[in-house]
Every structure is written in C-alpha cells, then in structure tokens.
C-alpha cells in the first residue's frame, strides 16, 4: 500500500532553500539528523505529461519533475510573497489556470499557480 510521496529538490545551496521553505513559505519539518529537514508539504496531486528526459537512479531513468505549489488565490500569494521580499515573475493565464515562478535562495525557481481545472489535491481526506 502507497501510503504518501516523497519530493526530491536537488539544489546547488541547500541550507538556503531549506530555509527559505521553513521561514518565508512557513513549511512544517522534522530533522532527520544534522540538519537535514524533511518539509510536510500541502495536499498535492501529480499529473503525467510526456518525457523531457531524465535522471538515472540504481538502473531505470526516473522521471523528471517540475513543481508548481498551488493556491486559492493567485494575486493575494503573490502580494505576501512580494512581503518577504520574494519577486514573482510576470503572470501567465493558460486554460488550466494562472501561474508564475518565483527564485529560491539557490537561483533555481519553483512554480506557483491557482488552477482553474477540477483538482485531485483533497480526493485522499474525502
């Protein structure tokens, strides 16, 4: 039995990110030693889109993932993200709802966006 997922972030300042997560997006963690936190994330769901290539991990090729947070409310996000001096990039509107990406403290970016499509993010608590 599946019982939850796991996020892998590879990341070329670690220490920043883990403290961006915890202080600016106020994530919840434990510390599995030294240091090494492991953040409890949102409700989330995934989607399959076709192949853009991948890592190699003890044989088969994993998957590559792109991360997008999700919100209810796309401009008031980004209005308290813009508080903790986090600078959005421009907003783009697509069918399946609104998005934009914001850098973490390494220089890699994250996705950001408010859907407009039916989600699965709570189907598990229902």
Same mark, same amino acid.
């Given at each position: #039995?599946?019982?939850?997922?796991?996020?892998?972030? =590879?990341?070329?300042?670690?220490?920043?990110?883990?403290?961006?997560?915890?202080?600016? &997006?106020?994530?919840?963690?434990?510390?599995? *030693?030294?240091?090494? &936190? /492991?953040? $409890? &994330?949102?409700?989330?769901?995934?989607? /399959?889109?076709?192949?853009?290539?991948?890592?190699?991990?003890?044989?088969?090729? @994993? @998957?590559? $993932?792109?991360? =997008? &947070? #999700?919100?209810?409310?796309?401009?008031?996000? #980004?209005?308290?993200?813009?508080?903790?001096?986090?600078?959005?990039?421009?907003?783009? !509107?697509?069918?399946? *709802?609104?998005? !934009?990406?914001?850098?973490? +403290?390494?220089? $890699?970016? /994250?996705? @950001? =966006?408010?859907?407009?499509? +039916?989600?699965?993010?709570? @189907?598990?608590?229902?």
């Amino acid at each position: #039995m599946i019982t939850g997922a796991h996020v892998l972030f =590879y990341s070329r300042n670690p220490e920043a990110d883990r403290s961006f997560f915890r202080d600016v &997006l106020g994530f919840r963690s434990v510390d599995a *030693g030294e240091g090494w &936190l /492991i953040f $409890a &994330l949102p409700p989330a769901e995934a989607a /399959i889109h076709p192949d853009g290539g991948s890592q190699k991990h003890a044989g088969p090729k @994993l @998957l590559d $993932a792109v991360v =997008y &947070l #999700m919100c209810d409310d796309l401009a008031a996000t #980004m209005a308290e993200l813009k508080k903790k001096k986090v600078k959005c990039t421009k907003v783009q !509107t697509a069918n399946w *709802g609104t998005s !934009t990406t914001f850098p973490l +403290p390494s220089g $890699a970016g /994250i996705g @950001l =966006y408010q859907p407009t499509h +039916p989600t699965a993010a709570n @189907l598990n608590s229902k």
